[in-house]
């Protein structure tokens, strides 16, 4: 049985065009946001997107979120630093990843990334 999840995904630095090409990449994964908000900090743009949706059973967070990270790094072709939280409806408090440089390498490059820490 599948359940549903609110996820929220931010990414920072940011180049003034890159927030709406990730929009994009994230929609055509299937992660339809509900919630989307780009703004300017400093320099860089912060991007922060969330959605609620319901999540197939084997489907595990680490991976979704590495999915996720992966779809962002794609979409704009280098690394940028990634937050996700995914939490279940019904539930208070869920898992938070951070995908840091050292995921990165390791998604990005699978022959390369095979250190033992799949997160940061």
């Known amino acids: 049985m599948a359940d549903s999840q609110r996820t ?3 990414a920072f630095p940011l180049g003034k065009a890159e927030p ?3 929009v994009r990449a994230l ?9 989307v908000s780009n703004r300017q900090i400093g ?21 979704m979120a590495e ?4 779809t962002i790094w794609q979409a ?10 995914i ?3 019904e539930a208070d408090s869920g898992q938070g990843f951070e995908l840091c440089e050292a995921s990165y390498l390791r998604l990005t490059n699978p022959a390369k990334g ?7």
């Open 8 to 10: 929220h995904i931010s």
């Open 27 to 35: 929609q055509l994964s299937g992660f339809a946001a509900d919630w």
């Open 76 to 85: 704009i072709g280098r690394y940028v630093r990634i937050a996700v939280d």
């Open 43 to 63: 320099d860089a743009w912060l991007l922060e997107a969330s959605r609620e949706a319901t999540i197939a059973d084997n489907v595990s967070p680490q991976v």
């Open 87 to 89: 939490t279940p409806t």
């Open 67 to 70: 999915q996720l990270g992966l």
């Open 114 to 120: 095979q250190q033992k820490s799949p997160l940061c």
């Open 20 to 22: 709406s090409r990730i």
